[in-house]
């Protein structure tokens, strides 16, 4: 059943495909938690009790999502490199290990996941570049509906798909989009207009952190609530709260470009200079100038960079990303190096700004 770990393509993935809204949404994900009826939860399994659940899903797996359309890796043999590249991709939301070893399947594309035996029995995730949470629900159900045809769900009449954790329970949905936010950063509007938008029905982290702080300011924003309502009305209150900072974030970055071009411009062009001209980045100023570097493309301010390439450049300047682009050289590789090479041979020649 097992596949290797496909050789990811080194241009992009599912992140370099350019989808709706994308100058301001990054990314959409719909996240589905299902468990087996009578089956313990993967962190209190006893032995016996892992081996029979083996011997119900497995066959069950290979039926419904046969390769070459979809790869299986065993999660407890992957190497830990190519574990934190899955995780640099946004293919897994954590890789924390599990009580029990567990199976990651992905389709071809990247945009239809299942996680086996993490916290639930199954994570069930669409993923879609730029803001399309429809279509990334309908890659979740697409995972969803051949197990349930062939497997018994664990179901309460009172408190819906029943979960590992309580606060998952009902539908067993975690929608989310990843925003990035400089025009409302930097008018220092971003605290206030997340308290007065998004009140506590939503949650929201910070890219790369736990944090309500973010690196870049690119934040996730995710329901809070999973029990109560439709799968279909979580995502509809999420995508109006998402409609709306979309259009602040476009009035700020109007308001900030009219109203002091000269220092943007210069903003623009030190973030450009610091990537082109260093001979090593961290990963944290290469992701901080890049995304610099992505706002001033998503605002029309730099020219003749494409923006699903900046975009993909988040993902690819990462440490296991550079790390897989030599394989075979692990050891004698400066990380910090090559990601600077990679980051020059991205953007490309000499910063070309509108107007200059």
Not at 149 to 158: D, G, P
Not at 199 to 225: A, C, M, P, T, W
């Amino acid at each position: 059943m097992n596949a290797p770990l496909p050789a990811f393509d080194r241009e992009g993935g599912w992140f370099s495909k350019p989808g709706p809204e994308h100058d301001v949404v990054l990314s959409s994900r719909v996240r589905l938690a299902r468990n087996l009826a009578d089956s313990a939860f993967p962190g209190k399994m006893s032995d016996e009790e892992q081996a029979e659940f083996e011997s119900i899903v497995t066959p069950v797996l290979e039926q419904c999502f046969p390769y070459p359309a979809w790869y299986t890796v065993d999660m407890d043999i992957l190497p830990a490199q190519q574990r934190h590249l899955l995780r640099e991709r946004n293919l897994l939301a954590s890789i924390d290990a599990p009580a029990r070893p567990f199976l990651f399947i992905a389709r071809a594309d990247e945009q239809a996941l299942l996680s086996v035996n993490t916290h639930d029995h199954f994570h069930l995730t669409g993923l879609r570049s730029g803001f399309d949470l429809q279509s990334a629900f309908a890659d979740a159900k697409e995972v969803e509906t051949p197990l349930e045809n062939e497997l018994r769900f664990a179901v309460n009449m009172e408190f819906g798909y029943l979960t590992a954790e309580v606060d998952n329970c009902g539908t067993g949905l975690r929608s989310s989009v990843l925003m990035h936010l400089p025009g409302l950063a930097a008018m220092e509007a971003i605290h206030r207009v997340f308290g007065e938008l998004l009140f506590d029905r939503f949650r929201v982290k910070g890219f790369l952190s736990s944090q309500s702080e973010s690196l870049g300011h690119v934040y996730q924003i995710s329901n809070k609530e999973s029990l109560g309502k439709s799968e279909e009305a979580l995502i509809r209150e999420l995508e109006g709260a998402v409609g709306e900072l979309l259009l602040l974030e476009r009035a700020a970055r109007t308001q900030l470009l009219q109203g002091c071009t000269g220092r943007t411009r210069e903003r623009f062009r030190r973030a450009w200079e610091m990537l082109t001209e260093a001979d090593a980045l961290s990963a944290e100023a290469a992701l901080t100038g890049l995304l610099e570097i992505r706002f001033g493309v998503s605002s029309g301010m730099i020219e003749d960079v494409a923006l699903p390439k900046v975009t993909a450049s988040l993902f690819q300047v990462q440490k296991c990303h550079i790390l897989e682009r030599v394989a075979g050289h692990e050891k004698d590789v400066d990380v910090d190096a090559e990601r600077a090479n990679l980051v020059r041979q991205i953007l490309g020649g000499r910063l070309k700004q509108r107007g200059r």
